[in-house]
C-alpha cells in the first residue's frame, strides 16, 4: 500500500498529524492507481505506449478546490 510505500521517506509522525506524510501517501496512491491501470488493461496501456493516450493522476484540494497534477 501507498502508506507503506513513503513510511521509509517521511520522517515521523506516520498518521495523520503529519500532513507531509499524508500528503505524500496520497500521492503515492495516485501513482500505484495508475500503475494497477496499466498492468490491469492490456489495451490501455497498448494505446498509451502508441501514445494515442496518457494517464494523468491529480489531487483535489479541498482548501483551493483546485487539482493538483502529480
Given amino acids: 500500500p501507498a502508506v507503506d510505500q513513503v513510511?521509509?521517506?517521511?520522517?515521523?509522525?506516520?498518521?495523520?498529524?503529519?500532513?507531509?506524510?499524508?500528503?505524500a501517501a496520497i500521492e503515492e496512491n495516485v501513482n500505484q492507481t495508475i500503475d494497477q491501470i496499466r498492468s490491469m488493461s492490456p489495451i490501455l496501456k497498448d494505446l498509451e505506449d502508441k501514445g494515442q493516450i496518457q494517464f494523468k493522476g491529480g489531487v483535489y484540494k479541498l482548501a483551493s478546490g483546485r487539482v493538483e497534477w502529480v
Fill in 7 to 23: 513510511k521509509g521517506s517521511i520522517s515521523s509522525p506516520h498518521d495523520s498529524s503529519n500532513t507531509t506524510f499524508v500528503n
